[in-house]
């Protein structure tokens, strides 16, 4: 039997973010994002940052030749948001011009208003398995006040209305 890994995975709770990146086609850009959970931070120096995407994603393919993207970490508010963003992309392509968010500086790609915020270009990539992780240079990074983070946990979001703390020192 092979190993359930979903169902294992279940029990290890996540942030969520949003990843967003874009195709230049005849002089006309196309946004894209999508729901990601698989953020990881790799190295601080160089600061490295890794997301794994399923082979034949679009999203991939665009942030793969486009070689940069921009990461915003969800907000516990930001459920619907995250739900419409895991849609294919025709069926999120409402949302994303929907979204409030403007061009990072330094890749273009869009960034909402999070808490978090980042900007990558392509450092590496690998396939492994049925899934491409890229690993991204961090180039630029925004902070705002902390606010509670949505969760994933068994398979659906969560809020974690404690989390809004104080920064540590
Ligand atoms: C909470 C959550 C986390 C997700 N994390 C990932 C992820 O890390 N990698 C991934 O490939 N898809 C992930 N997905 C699914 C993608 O959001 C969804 O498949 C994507 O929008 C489809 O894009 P595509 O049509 O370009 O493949 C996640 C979905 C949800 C709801």
């Given amino acids: 039997m092979s190993p359930d890994l979903r ?4 029990n290890f ?8 990146t874009y195709a230049d086609h005849e002089g006309i850009r196309r946004h894209d994002a999508v729901t990601l959970n698989s953020l990881t931070s790799v190295s601080l120096d160089p600061p490295l940052v890794s997301m794994s995407l399923r082979r034949g994603s679009q999203f991939l393919d665009d942030l793969l030749a486009t070689k940069q993207w921009a990461i915003s970490i969800l907000d516990s508010d930001a459920e619907s948001l995250a739900r419409r963003l895991a849609r294919s992309r025709e069926d999120r392509a409402e949302a994303v011009a ?3 968010a ?6 273009g790609a869009l960034m909402l208003d999070a808490q978090s915020s980042l900007e990558c270009v392509l450092w590496d990539s690998f396939d492994l398995g049925d899934h491409t992780m ?3 240079e961090v180039v630029t990074t925004g902070v705002r006040d902390l606010q509670p983070p949505l969760l994933f946990l068994h398979g659906t979001f969560h809020q974690l209305a404690t989390a809004a703390t104080t920064k540590e020192s």
């Fill in 98 to 100: 929907a979204l409030d």
């Fill in 7 to 10: 169902g294992a995975m279940r």
């Fill in 13 to 20: 709770a996540t942030g969520v973010c949003v990843a967003t």
């Fill in 102 to 107: 403007t061009p990072g500086p330094a890749t």
């Fill in 134 to 136: 890229v690993i991204g």
